[in-house]
T-cell receptor, first 116, second 112 residues
Framework: GAGVSQSPRYKVAKRGRDVALRCDSI?????LYWYRQTLGQGSEVLTY????????KSGRPSGRFSAERPERSVSTLKIQRTEQGDSAVYLC??????????????FGQGTRLTVV | DQQVKQNSPSLSVQEGRISILNCDYT??????FLWYKKYPAEGPTFLIS?????DKNEDGRFTVFLNKSAKHLSLHIVPSQPGDSAVYFC???????????FGAGTTVTVRA
């Protein structure tokens, strides 16, 4: 399809385990974001990358979150040693450059992660 | 620390009336503002945006107003329709900044 897609849609993980979430962004888009959305608290950006950087900026809320881009339009968000507080919807978004300015971002449907 | 705040978690409005959604921001470096709409089980979709050089942008039933001195923007939906029932997120970024900061969202319910 032409949009951003994420997999899996739902993920249940045992506390302490590592998880990997995948995002297929729109071909040609330069910037890719990962957000975490929790009920009533909005969305916080976890990582974002520009161009074809292999490894994204990371760090929020801690070094347990990292993202890699094995291909320009594919990103994998990795969460190490999951905690119950990591239970949330993880959204991936991508955007293009438009006349030197960043255009609006297009979002995937999200992956709902539940840590038990 | 939330740099973009939507203080009203929900809004209920009658069909045909105006919906007004408010958003405040704290970062004076923000210069581009966006509104996203989200239906259940779907990702947010872009609705309308405004650059800091403007104070108003209109697109059909949707108008966004920006008050830079007050660090405040609002989204007006006129007239409201049942299909407008969704969660609306305000977002902002700085000049040539790739990172969008989002508010917590406002759930709009349009009553028939």
């Amino acid at each position: 399809g032409a949009g951003v897609s994420q997999s899996p849609r739902y993920k249940v993980a045992k506390r302490g385990r590592d998880v990997a979430l995948r995002c297929d962004s729109i071909s040609g888009h330069v910037t890719l974001y990962w957000y975490r959305q929790t009920l009533g608290q909005g969305s916080e950006v976890l990582t974002y990358s520009q161009s074809d950087a292999q490894r994204d900026k990371s760090g929020r809320p801690s070094g347990r979150f990292s993202a890699e881009r094995p291909e320009r339009s594919v990103s994998t968000l990795k969460i190490q040693r999951t905690e119950q507080g990591d239970s949330a919807v993880y959204l991936c978004a991508s955007s293009s450059l438009s006349g030197g300015r960043v255009a609006e971002a297009f979002f995937g449907q999200g992956t709902r992660l539940t840590v038990v | 620390d939330q740099q973009v705040k939507q203080n009203s978690p929900s809004l209920s409005v009658q069909e045909g009336r105006i919906s007004i959604l408010n958003c405040d921001y704290t970062n004076s470096m923000f210069d581009y503002f966006l509104w996203y709409k989200k239906y259940p089980a779907e990702g947010p979709t872009f609705l309308i945006s405004i650059s800091s050089i403007k104070d108003k942008n209109e697109d059909g039933r949707f108008t966004v107003f920006l008050n830079k001195s007050a660090k405040h923007l609002s989204l007006h939906i006129v007239p409201s329709q049942p299909g407008d029932s969704a969660v609306y997120f305000c977002a902002a970024r700085g000049l040539n900044d790739y990172k969008l900061s989002f508010g917590a969202g406002t759930t709009v319910t349009v009553r028939a």
